[in-house]
């Protein structure tokens, strides 16, 4: 049986929106308080916020050249755009832009784990829309898994997974994608591969959990899809595994596919998959929800491990 992971079953939700528009930032960890003063300003800069506000055609010229070459993200659709197709959809939308006010306004800014020159943080992004009674008001927001990387000196967006907290109303529209890009290490991408199917196919859970605490860095977390307001760390997943192979219904559970190496930074690569959960709701109702991960893996003492990942609900057909 394929690896029942059904984590939302045991995780406690968290807090819910903001109500106050001045961006907060978390307290600072102590040993790398300044980084996160750092990234922070990164992270206003990335989005055209606070002291780096302005229109969104500016925003769209100067996010395409903060950007490292091998940026992607994950949006709120589920759908992972390269940088090309990232400034070519937003480029589109500059018409109907007019307004810095549109602009994200990013919230409980927090470093999460520091890798040499990569980073790891979590933010929650909030985006306004004009009502019919031309007021700004915010209608959607979401988690966001954000990953920097140390580029000649500066700290630089390197991908991002979005992980709504709050989705728009209304018909979804898919972006036009580009032509598939190869992968970047082929040999990397079957290693890694193999490693994203096994920690989820084992039946053995004393196995599963052996493995993962072999798998995983201390630091390692994950945005759920369906919890997205709480903090999966590597602690609770081995405390929950247990409890999750007496609990799980015939079925139930998370299988993966669809993997691909997105791009490596040293001893950081950067992936996606896609993750189709099989769960009952309240009405015994059986579902099936796909999700579109950014997964972080990096090389520690020469072998490679997980390090994080978001999930993201796909809310377009898949082909």
């Not at 079953?9 to 102590?30: D, E, R, Y």
């Not at 500059?94 to 409980?108: K, Q, V």
């Not at 520091?114 to 829309?129: L, R, S």
Request: aromatic share 10%; hydrophobic share 40%; net charge neutral.
């Amino acid at each position: 049986m394929k690896y029942a992971w059904v984590l939302g079953l045991f995780l406690l939700a968290g807090c819910g929106p903001a109500t106050s528009t001045a961006p907060v930032v978390a307290s600072p960890s102590s040993d790398n308080a300044e980084l996160e003063k750092t990234l922070w300003d990164a992270n206003q800069k990335w989005l055209c916020s606070g002291p780096y506000m302005k229109s969104y055609k500016d925003c769209v010229e100067s996010r395409s050249q903060f950007w490292t070459d091998q940026f992607f993200e994950v949006v709120t659709t589920g759908e992972l755009l390269n940088k090309e197709e990232m400034v070519a959809t937003q480029s589109a939308g500059i018409p109907s832009n007019p307004d810095p006010r549109l602009s994200p306004y990013p919230d409980a800014f927090k470093l999460r784990a520091v890798y040499g020159n990569f980073a790891m943080a979590t933010d929650h992004t909030y985006f306004k829309v004009k009502d019919k009674n031309g007021n700004f008001v915010f209608n959607r927001a979401s988690k966001v898994l954000r990953l920097f990387v140390k580029d000649n000196g500066s700290w630089r967006p390197a991908a991002a997974g979005l992980v709504p907290l709050i989705q728009p109303d209304g018909p979804v529209t898919p972006s036009k994608h580009l032509k598939a890009k190869p992968s970047p290490d082929p040999a990397l991408e079957k290693q890694l591969a193999e490693m994203d199917r096994a920690w989820m196919d084992s039946s053995d859970v004393n196995k599963r959990v052996t493995y993962i605490s072999k798998l995983f860095t201390d630091q390692w977390f994950e945005i759920l899809g369906w919890d997205p307001t709480g903090d999966t760390t590597k602690s609770l997943v081995m405390e929950v595994l247990p409890k999750l192979a007496l609990s799980n219904k015939p079925g139930e559970g998370v299988v993966q596919d669809q993997f691909q190496l997105q791009a490596i930074f040293g001893d950081v690569a950067l992936a996606s998959d896609r993750r189709t959960r099989t769960w009952t709701d309240d009405k015994g109702h059986v579902a099936k929800t796909p999700h579109r991960t950014l997964l972080v893996f990096v090389k520690q003492n020469g072998e490679w491990k997980s390090a994080g990942a978001s999930l993201t609900p796909i809310l377009t057909p898949e082909k």
